[in-house]
């Protein structure tokens, strides 16, 4: 059945079948919808207190589309391409419920308006949870800082190991990391909290609307500014993805160090089996399939920013049919990154840590020489001359199988007269580790005084 279109007064011929299939929108943007609805029904009380419509008009419209909301909800909805998208949708649905008053609804609006306003609302309800679910994965992260807080580490530098550290230490790095994607999204949210509804087509309407009201029903602090610009602007979807693409980045490393760390060459943990899989063919195989796709799902991320910005480019104002192709990305990112936020907090709770193969890897490979070196600048020795002279004897402990704990005070003398006794102890991995109290350094004072602090800032008790 042929229907006629919202602009059919102009067009003698109907739409050829390809051209609704391919204009249409309406598979992916009914996720709109409780959006649109809302939208709609500030756009019709605006429209009734500045005496556009009467009372009884807009009881009825904002009746018809609570019903319609209830109908999605229900999975009662039918969609057809002809109908293009979830506005049309939603619209030629109130007619059919509530006659002709229903085409009353569109005064003083275009779609162009209407989408970015949708596409604000998803965005400010996505970001919200978003926020959320990263806040959980960072208390999971405190937690196991917890937990671990007397647990040593090899640090690395250029996948080298380079110093001791704290487990808990560098858990909290990525608390740090995630913290920041936090306060993007907040950022974020001050421009997509921006009303564009009242821009019309682009000029605005000589109809005389109240735009702050609609902000006040929507709960936007501010009204864009100029209408040509709120129908164009895509900016804080840019930002959106942005983040996103920070934020998967971010679970990339957390998700590649975990599975280098799971492999028999580190050791460092264990995985859940629940959160591991097997191999179809290797039967000693289990895989870290969970932290793999973490870290691959960054390509689809980086791919949806990438995809906007380029439809962006370029474009003339104002509105342009391309900007149709802005909801997919920001759609497939939100998905991507919810779900990926979804099972990380409860694997990284699952996953069994080995100090003992974490503190074993810390003692071996010199991870102390920095500090034998040091020794020797307390002892007044200049630091360049110092790094030479530990140099050299890492390279005659390499020869020798020892450690440099394990050389005695009179080989070590040979080196330099500044030696004494105290060294070993001086060189301990806890000596190592309890000296770097420098601010935002790896000891165990400092690094419990950054878990309260991050405590504090996720607000637990
Ligand atoms: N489906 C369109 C979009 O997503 C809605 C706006 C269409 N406006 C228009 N003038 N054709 O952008």
Redesign the pocket.
């Known amino acids: 059945m042929k229907r006629k279109k919202p602009w059919g007064g102009r067009f003698e011929a109907e739409t050829h079948g390809q051209v609704e299939a391919f204009t249409a929108?309406i598979h992916f943007?009914q996720r709109l919808a409780p959006h649109d609805i809302a939208g709609s029904i500030a756009h019709a009380r605006m429209l009734q207190k500045c005496g556009i419509l009467s009372k009884a008009e807009v009881d009825a419209i904002v009746a018809g589309l609570e019903e319609i909301l209830k109908e999605i909800e229900r999975g009662e909805f039918r969609t057809d391409p002809a109908l293009?998208?979830i506005?049309m949708h939603i619209e030629r649905r109130l007619v059919e419920k509530i006659g002709d008053i229903g085409g009353k609804l569109h005064t003083a609006r275009?779609?162009?308006d209407?989408?970015a306003l949708d596409l604000r609302l998803y965005l400010r309800e996505a970001i919200g949870k978003i926020r959320d679910q990263i806040r959980s994965l960072q208390e999971a992260l405190v937690a196991e800082a917890e937990v671990h807080l007397g647990t040593v580490m090899p640090g690395y530098t250029h996948l080298q190991r380079a110093q001791p550290i704290l487990l808990a230490h560098h858990l909290l790095a990525y608390f740090e990391m995630f913290q920041r994607d936090r306060d993007r999204f907040a950022d974020c949210l001050t421009r997509v909290n921006v009303l564009p509804l009242g821009a019309g087509?682009l000029a605005g309407t000589t109809l005389p609307i109240d735009r702050a009201y609609v902000a006040k029903l929507l709960n936007f602090p501010k009204v864009a500014a100029n209408s040509v610009d709120a129908v164009a602007d895509r900016d804080f979807a840019v930002e959106f993805l942005a983040g996103c693409a920070v934020l998967a980045m971010h679970v990339s490393r957390l998700a590649e160090e975990l599975t280098l760390w799971a492999s028999a060459e580190f050791g460092f943990i264990e995985l859940p089996d629940a959160f591991a899989t097997g191999s179809s063919m290797m039967p000693q195989k289990k895989n870290p399939d969970v932290a793999e796709l973490a870290r691959g799902k960054a390509g689809r991320v980086y791919g949806s920013l990438l995809a906007l910005l380029t439809v962006l480019k370029g474009l003339p104002l104002s509105?342009n049919?391309d900007?149709?192709e802005?909801?997919e990305p920001v759609f497939d990112a939100v998905d991507t990154i919810r779900q990926t936020l979804d099972v990380l907090p409860p694997m990284l709770k699952a996953i069994k840590f080995r100090p003992e193969r974490m503190r074993a890897a810390a003692a071996e490979g010199f991870l102390n020489a920095t500090d034998l070196a040091e020794y020797l600048v307390t002892k007044g020795v200049p630091f360049r001359e110092a790094h030479e002279t530990v140099g050299r004897i890492v390279r005659e402990c390499l020869e020798s199988g020892q450690r440099l704990e394990d050389v005695p005070l009179q080989r070590l003398r040979h080196f330099s007269r500044a030696f004494d006794a105290d060294v070993p102890k001086y060189i301990s991995l806890e000596a190592c580790i309890e000296r770097r109290r420098s601010a935002g350094g790896t000891s165990s004072r400092l690094v419990g005084e950054a878990i309260r602090q991050a405590k504090k800032t996720l607000r637990i008790p």
């Open positions: 929108s943007d293009e998208d506005h275009s779609r162009n209407q989408v087509a509105y049919r900007l149709q802005d909801k």
